[in-house]
């Protein structure tokens, strides 16, 4: 956490019983090598800034960033003013952060834990899980999240939910294969659709340094109808989808957004 600020313990992570998604085999070291170069800080700021509109944010309400990562969007709106925790199972990207809100004068309570098990009850304005971090799960997990929020959440408090357009990227067409470079280093995605089940499933290969290191991961993508029933059916109420600026929704846009108020 940034400026030596308490260490604060979550419940401990445990392992995704469906292995569906394992974070140790995707977000470490090769993730940030890999994507760094795209999110820059121009890209973090742009991103708080729908943040900040979407959850109507003022200076000095906490929020909570669920599956915060290393930190990019945490420090860019705790130096806004924010009182900020950050929350993810991943001790190596935590502590990425934690050093990245040293450097940047950010104050950030960052804890590692599972979403599935939040130790807050109302303590915060806003809950934001970006960037398709939410998903992971089986249904019934994803759902125990969003109970999870609720009860993070201060009365008339919001929660917004991040995740790819299921829409759109159907409408792209299925099987899709991603390439990133850097140098002479190459990630390679190889993404289909379990049109059953509703859920991405990627193979990630990447080379590096002349090895080989792979990983299989599976996102469940939801509609905004079946996210704005999953909400509805915890206490949620005043459910909005957006696109990915904060325009309204289309089948197209790329992205999808979801505020919902307690």
């Not at 990425?96 to 807050?120: F, H, Q, T």
Request: hydrophobic residues 35%.
């Amino acid at each position: 956490m940034g400026k030596g600020k308490e260490f604060v313990m979550a419940h401990a992570p445990e392992k995704n019983s469906n292995n569906l998604f394992d974070p140790e085999t995707v977000f470490c070291e090769d993730y940030l090598y890999f994507y760094g170069p795209y999110l820059t800080p121009e890209q973090n700021a742009q991103q708080a800034d729908v943040i900040w509109r979407l959850l109507s944010l003022k200076k000095k309400n906490t929020v909570l960033d669920l599956g915060c990562g290393h930190g990019r969007i945490s420090n860019e709106l705790a130096q806004r003013g924010i009182h900020m925790t950050g929350l993810d199972s991943s001790e190596f990207f935590l502590n990425v952060a934690r050093e990245a809100a040293d450097n940047a004068n950010a104050m950030v309570d960052y804890v590692i834990g599972d979403m599935r098990s939040l130790p807050w009850q109302d303590k915060f304005d806003g809950i934001f899980c970006w960037y398709t971090t939410y998903g992971y799960f089986s249904d019934s997990d994803n759902i125990e999240v969003l109970r999870q929020c609720f009860k993070a959440l201060k009365e008339g408090g919001q929660v917004l939910i991040e995740q790819s357009h299921r829409n759109a990227l159907l409408r792209r067409g299925m099987p899709q294969t991603e390439l990133t470079r850097r140098d002479d280093d190459l990630m390679i995605d190889q993404i289909d659709y379990d049109i059953m089940k509703e859920r991405t499933c990627t193979q990630r290969m990447m080379v590096r340094d002349g090895s080989v290191r792979t990983a299989n991961f599976s996102i469940r993508l939801y509609s905004f109808a079946e996210l704005y029933d999953r909400l509805a059916g915890v206490g949620f109420s005043s459910i909005e989808g957006f696109g990915r600026g904060g325009e309204p929704l289309s089948t197209y846009n790329p992205r999808l957004l979801v505020v919902a108020q307690k």
